[in-house]
């Protein structure tokens, strides 16, 4: 939004702010600001025409080299740029005769026209305060001079208001400098090399200068923004941003211009923040047309005063420009928060399969400790074979025959857990059936499949010697067969 009120032009000192082909702008917030819509300063008119194909390389490279035409370049300095430009009034400047003259053209129509030098005069003046009231229309105050254009600008137009964008961020020194294109992103992405290239030749095909493209971001109405910095490299090998201030009123001359117009430049904005000597001119002195009480309240209202600055709003147009730069930027802002909600589900996703992973690997790490300490037991049970037991040893055994003990004692510990498993066998018995069903956990069952593999090994060593003894019953009786037999003979 350009700060040119009631036909008032800006100063030299902030012209790589508010500097500019015409009055009006239409670009959003560059990327890395705030995303306030409404707020930038000067650049191309939307009057002028653009090329009709998209093709960078259809502008004329007549301009002189970048600096060189103006005053020469050294090695770490630029010498005149801008120094063509004319020192232009600012918005806070005193008024001219022309501006005078207009002002109290427009008195005169609006309190004693002299049209028709009878009572229709008044009705002509009621007239036109309602067109100046509106903002349009012509104001007629005199039969032989031509009548007043009433604008949105003019100070009896009451359809004014006031808005707060950010300060920009970015210094001078990063040199950074937009131009919007009435062409779409995708198409500027496509001949982004082009567009860098035809830059270059503009600037004078210096091979000490490097055209960079920082961002290209779309625009309301199929426009996009490109954000350009240009690398100087020294002789010594060393390296440095053009100024944005330096670069800006550079490619503000008359001849550049006419031939980034012809690459389909609407708008070129200096993305350079404001000094506080800046921010309290603007601040200080209200613009034209606007209620110095209104704008005393929007200043007291301003919620961060460190970031935002009030700015006007003067007519629908540019409220309705407003609503559709916050609109997108509303539609820019949603879809980020889609995509970080998508990268949520992801990241989520990715977390239920590391938290299982990792306790799969629990068990594999509990399992292998396990292992690892049969491994140390029968390692250390192997070390130790053909020795007596040592003192430490013998203390742990009885430590350990002392706690089997009380774990076998039946008013302690086994009368609980005896209690316990009679209270888990009740609880998973089913109801209505009169059968028992006993569930055993897998170390009882090892330890009674344990006892059982004992009593069956004492039966087969029992039934062995059972076996013995019978067969030496045998032998015996066979002897004393043969002997009695001998005595009868």
């Known amino acids: 939004m350009a700060f040119n009120f009631g036909g008032a032009k800006t100063t030299a000192s902030v012209a790589p702010l508010f500097g500019g082909f015409g009055t009006t702008t239409t670009s959003a917030p560059s990327t890395g600001e705030c995303s306030y819509p409404g707020f930038t300063f000067g650049g191309f008119g939307q009057t002028t025409t653009s090329a009709p194909t998209f093709g960078f390389g259809t ?3 007549s301009a002189p080299a970048f600096g060189a035409a103006l005053g020469g370049l050294g090695a770490t300095t630029f010498g005149g740029f801008g120094a063509q430009q004319q020192q232009k009034p600012g918005i806070f400047a005193q008024p001219t005769s022309t501006q005078n003259n ?57 359809f004014k208001a006031v808005g707060y964008s950010c300060i920009p961020s970015a210094r001078d020194e990063d040199g950074l400098v937009a131009l919007d294109f009435n062409k779409k992103d995708q198409d500027v992405r496509n001949a982004q090399q082009q567009l860098v290239e035809t830059l270059h030749k503009i600037l004078g095909s210096k091979p000490t200068h490097s055209v960079n493209v920082e961002s290209v971001r779309p625009l309301p109405g199929d426009k996009s923004e490109v954000i350009i910095y240009i690398i100087e490299r020294n002789p010594n ?3 440095r941003r053009i100024a944005a201030s330096e670069l800006f009123n550079f490619l503000n001359q008359n001849h550049v211009k006419t031939q980034l117009t012809q690459l389909g430049v609407v ?42 600055i009030p700015v006007p709003m003067i007519g629908f147009g540019e409220l309705h420009r407003r609503l559709k730069l916050q609109e997108y930027q509303t539609k820019q802002h949603q879809g980020r928060l889609d995509a970080i909600a998508g990268n949520i589900t992801g990241i989520q996703g990715n977390m239920s399969t590391m938290q299982s992973k990792i306790q799969q690997y ?15 037991i029968r390692q250390e049970a192997y070390r130790k074979s053909g020795y007596a037991i040592q003192a430490d040893e013998e203390q ?19 009368g609980r857990l005896n209690e316990l498993m009679s209270q888990i066998r009740m609880q998973q018995m089913p109801s209505g059936r009169a059968e028992e069903r006993y569930s055993m956990e897998a170390t009882m069952q090892e330890e009674l499949r344990q006892h059982l593999k004992q009593q ?3 039966l087969t060593h029992l039934i062995g010697i059972i076996k013995d003894d019978m067969e030496d019953l045998k032998v015996i009786e066979q002897g004393l067969a043969e002997v009695t037999q001998h005595h009868r003979r």
Not at 363 to 374: D, I, N
């Open 102 to 158: 207009v002002l109290l053209n427009t008195a005169t129509a609006l309190s004693m026209p002299t049209v028709f030098n009878d009572e229709r005069d008044a009705v002509l003046a009621r007239w036109n305060q309602l067109q100046a009231f509106w903002g349009t229309g012509k104001g007629y105050f005199n039969g032989t001079a031509p009548p007043v254009e009433f604008t949105s600008e003019n100070h009896f137009c009451r």
């Open 362 to 376: 629990r068990r594999k790490l509990q399992e292998l400790s396990h292992r690892s300490l049969e491994v140390l």
């Open 59 to 61: 502008a004329t490279t």
């Open 396 to 414: 742990l055994r009885v430590q350990l025959e002392a706690i089997q003990v009380e774990l076998n004692a039946p008013m302690q510990f086994k």
């Open 267 to 308: 708008n070129m904005v200096a993305k350079t923040t404001l000094t506080a000597a800046q921010i309290k001119q603007l601040t200080d002195t209200p613009p034209a047309g606007i209620d110095p009480l209104i704008w005393e309240q929007a200043k007291k209202d301003n919620p961060d005063p460190q970031r935002l």
């Open 456 to 458: 069956q090994e004492g």
């Open 237 to 239: 090998g060393t390296s």
